[in-house]
């Protein structure tokens, strides 16, 4: 429907509801001294606003609901493992349709299969488990960004774009036969959430054709990036948004999803290709790792739910709420003078943690100071993407502090409404007038792999250079 109002309204109403807890300062302070400052050891109920991530943390539709009731539980050919196959090759044209549990399932088997030591995979940036999986197969994953990515503060339409010249720069320094995959990813999630815009799509399939090198989407939110296309792109603002769709996966020899974003469901995933040799190897360690070749870790259920989902996730109507909510937030946190990534993403607002808190040093980790402060002032749990995330370490252990110092504040889909985001507003400007009382903190213990995760820290004591 034609919109002529500046108000942009959520499109639909709510029929189930599930009470938020409400906590005290004094009640979270005790919380994150239990979590030893790592919010992913929260209990989720002790949080009121969680933007940890848009990741199956969406409200499915009636609609999805009811698929849910009707899902075919068969072990071997469910009806609903047809309906998730028909709706994927409408959409990405891909004749493989492997449904796995999440993304990063997809991530471990395709690159098991094509993977391996002294291989690379080239990205415009890779999401951390995808890297993790790309490294655990003995491979290494070389990110891309383009130049504008890097400048928060000036708003550029297309920051997930892949900088072309220095794929091609690297490319022929290695040797095309070893890399085996480009990966883009539409949105850049590690970037601020920002589209990639359909020439650059063409530029890097290009690129690739040219060296012989196959092409995949990380599509998590492709209808996201398509919607952003037919935004900011020429030539694309009459253009439905399932054809844009259509015409990303086009350009590509295959793609995976983590269904948990933009299938609107809370688990899982596929990984989509042509290519029958990768795919019957793929099928070999889903059957090993996952599950038989017409569920893959899921339930038959949840296939039936992707379904519906990856249709209504088209509607252009949600897409324009969705992207409008982190316009929302994004610009009411600019107002308080808290800088972010510029424009926001289309799944969230990525606050520049360095440029806010310049008085924390970067090996204090000043992106994970601030998630925790957000935690404790209001109840707002986000995630850190800085140096706790990226996880680099010299050889005594010791963390490399990243080129960025982001805290995320993700919106699950459908979940929250306008005041609650006008709350998180409001403690920003709190935090934002107060932000000089927020410490460093010290890292107790850490894993190798994935760090953030499971981290221990705690804060920094007074006199060490804060
Ligand atoms: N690729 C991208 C671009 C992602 O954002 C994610 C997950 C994955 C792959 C892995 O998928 O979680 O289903 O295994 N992103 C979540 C996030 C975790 O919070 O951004 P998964």
């Not at 709510?14 to 929260?42: M, S």
Request: aromatic share 10%; with cysteine; charged share 25%.
């Amino acid at each position: 429907m034609e919109w002529k109002w500046k108000t942009i309204i959520e499109p639909f109403k709510i029929k189930t509801v599930e009470p938020l807890g409400l906590t005290t300062r004094e009640e979270r302070l005790t919380v994150l001294e239990q979590a030893h400052y790592n919010l992913f050891n929260i209990r989720a109920e002790k949080v009121l606003v969680d933007l940890l991530t848009d990741s199956g943390t969406g409200a499915m539709s009636a609609a999805q609901w009811g698929g849910i009731m009707v899902g075919d539980e068969s072990y071997a050919g469910a009806r609903s493992y047809y309906n998730f196959e028909k709706e994927i090759r409408g959409l990405t044209g891909f004749d493989e349709i492997i449904p796995v549990h999440q993304g990063r399932a997809a991530e471990k088997i395709l690159f098991g299969v094509i993977g391996g030591k002294g291989r690379y995979i080239i990205s415009n940036s890779h999401f951390d488990t995808t890297r993790a999986n790309v490294e655990f197969s003995g491979a290494q994953a070389m990110d891309f960004p383009v130049k504008e990515a890097m400048d928060f503060d000036r708003p550029a339409p297309f920051k997930g774009n892949a900088d072309i010249a220095a794929m091609e720069k690297f490319i022929k320094e290695k040797g095309a036969e070893n890399i085996p995959l480009c990966v883009m990813t539409v949105t850049n999630n590690s970037l601020g959430g920002q589209p990639v815009s359909m020439q650059n799509l063409k530029a890097a399939r290009g690129l690739c054709r040219k060296y012989g090198i196959s092409m995949f989407l990380d599509c998590a939110r492709f209808a996201e990036n398509a919607y952003f296309i037919k935004l900011r792109e020429k030539g694309y603002a009459q253009c439905p948004v399932k054809e844009i769709a259509q015409e990303m996966f086009k350009l590509a020899d295959g793609a995976w999803m983590s269904a948990k974003k933009d299938a609107l469901v809370n688990i899982g995933g596929f990984l989509a290709m042509n290519d029958r040799t990768w795919s019957a190897k793929a099928r070999q360690m889903l059957i090993l790792t996952e599950g038989f070749s017409t569920y893959g870790g899921l339930a038959g259920r949840d296939l039936e739910a992707i379904a519906i989902g990856l249709r209504e996730v088209l509607d252009e109507n949600y897409l324009q709420y969705r992207i409008r909510s982190a316009q929302y937030l994004g610009e009411g946190l600019l107002n308080h003078g808290v800088p972010i990534i510029n424009p926001p993403g289309g799944h969230g607002v990525y606050v520049n943690a360095k440029k806010f808190l310049p008085h924390i040093k970067p090996h204090q980790f000043p992106a994970q100071a601030l998630a925790c402060a957000l935690y404790l002032e209001g109840g707002i749990r986000g995630v850190e993407i800085g140096t706790l995330m990226f996880g680099k370490r010299d050889k005594a252990g010791k963390f490399l502090p990243a080129p960025m110092e982001l805290v995320r504040l993700a919106m699950p889909r459908r979940v929250y409404t306008q005041s609650h985001i006008d709350y998180v507003i409001e403690v920003f400007g709190w935090i934002a007038k107060n932000k000089k009382r927020i410490k460093g903190l010290e890292i107790m213990e850490a894993s190798e792999i994935l760090p953030h995760f499971t981290a221990k820290l705690k804060p920094v004591k007074p006199g060490k250079g804060t």
